[in-house]
């Protein structure tokens, strides 16, 4: 049985969480004392959090997850996306299919809630893209020279925040959302973060309005002096380029302290802000590419409800049809069976709509996995790269007039955690 965690179990989900997250060193009893007493804030509070855990007999509990229900952009449009974390499965309870029964618990709550696309961020990538879910955008990771950061700005007007900006940095943050693709409204647990002062923030404002906002980790440099440090970026968001620029220079001037400066986005163009984007290994990649940082794979997407995401997001903003257009697809989904099978997409008064069809997959338009067309609608890769690696075959449609309809022009960028 699957059912929502209540106080009485909290002991069992710590223990659970510890044994299959070790990593989180809740190595004694202070230390799960003191994780019981976080999951109690979590589950008493108003907060977008759920825990759900999966009880055998004599109400043992074998798996849980975090159920994470968050607003988020897609493509310019505020809608519920889903997020799942924690899912620890027993240690003793291993390859039983509790994981699997985890998911598909999660996957129905969003289907009949009509929350059209759901995600999360993998511990084995391979295993959830088997579960439908597709490859989000890639992360950068740069370790920069203070020096290289742009100095045309003016670093007088960085000042340093404190938990009494909450309000502000929230509101900075939610504006960065309304602009960019695949960001997620601050949550619950971030502002948590921010009253415990859990780490620096600089902000830049413009008259009585916070318009960029910096949280940044001082952290000491191994085999070097105290005064001696690297600064992580943990978040950077601004709504005015003068906002970026004045942080940039502000940053350039902590040459005397900060040796290299982490910074995680998943913009690659950011390399073209600085004056020397090279990392500190000095390695080249034949014949002389200098390696400027590294590169990963994180957050995945998943359409959970195809209907309800048509319907919610319509590829707003996207260039639409001149005409009335009916285009065939044949979704290939194991996971969720509801949703195996041909849809037809018709576009009419200049709005989409989809509904289940009998077409068989041979002779529709276009046929796809779950996870490839979540990755497509999320903008994370182009139709026509799909085409042309040989993953999708499209037939009566050109691949690049597809993702002009269907597919965002940038890809979702997303700094929340879960």
Known sequence: ????????????????????????QISDEED?????????????????????????????????YKLHDLKGN???????????????????????????????????????????????????????????YGYGPTRYQYKLKPASFPNSGDRKKVVMLSPANEEEIVAVYNNFVSMHHGMIERTWHERTLIKKKHSYYAGVYEGNELIGALAYALQPLQDSHFLHHHMNILEWVWTKPSAFIDLCTWIHSQQDQV???????????????FDDPRNDSIRLI?????????????????????????????????????TPVTISLFVRDSFIPEQNGSYKLTFGENCWSIEKSFNPAE?????????????????CVSMEKLVQYGKVEVNNWPAKQLDRWFMPPTKPVCLTSF
Do not use: C
């Open 1 to 24: 049985m699957i059912r929502l965690v209540t106080k009485s179990d909290l002991e069992q989900a710590a223990s659970l969480i510890a044994m299959a997250y070790p990593g989180m």
């Open 32 to 64: 799960k004392k003191g994780f019981i007493e976080r999951l109690t804030l979590e589950i008493e509070s108003e907060n977008n959090l759920k825990y759900y855990g999966l009880f055998k007999e004599q109400n043992e509990l074998v798996g849980v």
């Open 74 to 132: 897609v493509n310019g449009k505020i809608v519920r996306i889903w997020g799942i974390g924690t899912v620890a499965v027993h240690f003793f309870h291993k390859k039983e299919g509790v994981a699997k029964q985890l998911l598909q618990h999660f996957h129905e709550l969003a289907r009949q809630e009509g929350v059209g696309i759901v995600s999360l961020y993998p511990f084995n990538t391979s295993f959830y893209q088997k579960m439908g």
């Open 259 to 273: 040796d290299r400066v982490y910074v995680r986005m998943h913009d690659e163009s950011l390399i073209y802000q």
């Open 286 to 322: 034949p014949s002389v590419y200098h390696e400027i940082g590294t590169v990963g794979t994180g957050i995945m997407y998943r359409i959970s409800s195809i209907e309800s995401f048509v319907q919610q997001t319509n590829f707003n903003s996207l260039d639409r049809p001149e």
């Open 363 to 379: 002779e529709v338009d276009l046929s796809i996995t779950i996870s490839d067309l979540s990755s497509w609608w999320m903008g």
